[in-house]
C-alpha cells in the first residue's frame, strides 16, 4: 500500500507540466460505447442541409461539366485547350501535379504518421486517404486524355499487340503510368482494408435489412476475432511501410518527368524531393479545407480536436519551410551555376514580363503567408487556418504552372518563344475534375465510416488492459 | 453433438478482464478458443501463443514475384523482342528497370499483404454462427466475447460452461451452427 502510494507520489512529481502534456487522442472522456454511437452518428443519421448544399453543385460540376469538357476534348483534339507550341504542356499536366500532390499528404498521415506511433492521426487518417484515393483518381484522368487519342491509352501498358511493339521503358513518362496506377491501386487497398473492421461496426448497428446486407457484404465475415487482429495488424503494418515508399516515389517520378528534360528551369537534381515535398506541403493545406468544416459540420469536435488540427498546420509549416528552402536552392543555382539559360527563365519568374504575377503568387504564398503558422494564434484560429489552407493549394497551384509553363514558353531560341493561355475548356475540366472530387467525398462521408472507428477506440486508455479504465485496477493482485 | 454445437460464448467487459480470462481459458489446457474484441488487444497474441503472422511473408513474396517479373518484362519488351536503342543507352540495364520494377514490387506486396490477410483469416465468408448471436453484435461496440469451439478435446457443456462463469463470464450461452 505504502509503495503505491510513494509511486504515486512520484509520478506525479515526475509528470511533465501542464502545457507539456500530451493532447488526449479524444475529448471528453466517453466510454467505448458512446464513442462507437459518435463515431458512426453522421453515416447513420439523416443527411443535414449543409450536405445538400454542397453536393448538388459538386454533383453538377462531376456530371455535366466534367463529361462535356472531357468528351469534347477527346472527340476533338487536344487543341482545344490553350496548348501549342511551344508550350505543349499546359493546365493539364499543372493539374495532375496538383492532385498528385494533394494526395501525398494523405498517405503522409495515415501511413507514415501510423509507422511513427502518432496517435493522433487515427481519427483524421481515414479522412486523409480518403482523400488519396479520390484525388489519385483525377490525377489519373490528366495523362490519359493528355496523350491526345485517348483510345490509344492501351499502348501504355505492355500489352501484347499486332504490331509487335512494346512501351519504351528508359523514360520516365513511362515509369509514371507504373507510378500513378500503382499509387492508386495501393491507396484504395489501404483504404478498403482499413475500413472492414468499421464495415463490421455497422454491420452490427444497421437497424435496417438493406443496410445490414450492404454492410454484412462489405465486411467479409469480419468477427473481430484475436486471430483476425493479428494478421489484420500484420497486413495493417505492412501496407503503412508500402505506402510510405510510394509517397516518396510516386511524385519522385513525376519530378523526373521535369529533370531528364535539358530545359532550363527543369534540369535539376533537386527536382524529385522538390516535388514530393510540394506535394505534401499542398496536400496539408487541402486536409485544413476539409478537415475544418467538416469537424464543425459532422459534430466531430471533441474528436478532431483543436489540438489535431494545430498538429496539421505544424506539418505544413515544416514542408512550408523545407519547399522554401528549395525556391531559395533554385534561385541560387541558377545564379551560380553561371548558366545565361538558367538565369534568363528564373529571372523571368519573377520579372519577367507574362507569367510575373503566377510568380508573385508563389513567393507571396508558399513563402510569405505560411509564415504566420509559427503563432499558436494563428493556428487556434480556425477560420484563418481555412483561409490559409486555401491560399496553400492557390500556391502550389501557381508553383506548378510557374514551372511547367514558365520554362517552356522561352526556351532556348528567341525564334520559339511563345505565349500561354488557358482556354475555357481547360478551365472547365479542373472545375469539372474538383467537382468529381468533392462529390466523391461528401459521398464517402456520408456513407461509409469517415473516421477509424475502431483504431480511434483503440488508443483510448479504455483500450489498454495495462491501464486502470482499461480494466486493469480491479485485478490488481493478479500481477 | 459437436455437430450441433458451435461452442460456449462468454462476455466481459474491459480489455484487462478478458486477457486474464484467456490466460485461465488457456491454462485450463482449452486449445480451440478465440477473443472477439473490438479492437486488437495489447498482449493477446502472446496469450494465444500467435507468433508472428504469416502476412509478412505472403506480402514479400507478393513483392518479389512482381519485381523479377516486372525486371524480365522489361529486358523481354525492350532487349529481347523487339531491341530499341534510346539514347545509346543499352539494351538492358538496372537503372532503367528499377524504378518500374520497384513501383510494382509495391503493388505486389499491397496485394499481397492484403489477400494473406483475408487469406489466413478465412474471409470472406457469408456466414459465421457466431453472428447469428445477438449478443454478438456488442463485440463490435464495447464488449469482450470468448467462445470455446466445440471441436476442442476438453470441451464439456457443463464443465466448460462452469469455467466460463468462474473466470467472471457473463451471459454464458451456447451457440448452435446451423450450417
Known sequence: MTDSVTNLEELKRLAPPAELRRAPVVEGRPNLGALTDKLSAFAEGKTPVWWWVFFLPAAFAATVIFPTCLFYQVFTGVGVWGNNHPVMWGLDIVNFIWWVGVAHAGTLISALLFLTRQHWRTTIGRMA???????VMM????PAIHV???WFDWFMFPVPNSNGLWPQFKSPLMWDVFAVNTYLVVSSLFWFMGMIPDFAVLRDRSTTRIRKTIFSFLAMGWTGSARQWHNYEKAYVVLCGLCTLLVFTVSSIVGLDFCTAQLAGWHATIFPLYFVIGAVFCGFGMMLVILIPLRKWCGLETVITKSHIDKVAKLTLVSGLIIDYIYLMEFFIAWYSGDPYERWVFGHRLFGHTYMIMGWILIGINVCVTQLLWFKKVRSNLALLFIIGLLINGGMWSERFVIVVGSLYQDFLPANWGKYMPTIWDIGLYIGTLGAFFMLYLLFVKFLPMIAISEVKGVMPEADPHHPLGGAKKEAGHE | MSEKIYGLIAEFDSPAAILHAAE???DAGYRKWDAFTPFPIHGMDKVMKLGNSLV???ALAGGAFMFLNVAGLIWFCNAFDYPLIVGGKPMFSAPMTFVPSYIMLIMGGA???LIGMLGLNQLPRLHHPLLDQKRFELVSRDKFILVIGAQDEKFCVTET?????????????IVEDKD
Open chain 1, 129 to 135: 486517404e480518403a482523400m488519396t484515393v479520390f484525388s
Open chain 2, 161 to 173: 460452461k462452469k469455467l466460463l462463469e468462474a473466470i467472471g463470464g457473463t451471459h454464458v450461452a
Open chain 2, 24 to 26: 485461465k481459458v488457456r
Open chain 2, 56 to 58: 509478412g511473408w505472403v
Open chain 2, 111 to 113: 496485394v499481397g499483404a
Open chain 1, 148 to 150: 491526345g487519342r485517348a
Open chain 1, 139 to 142: 490525377a489519373g484522368l490528366y
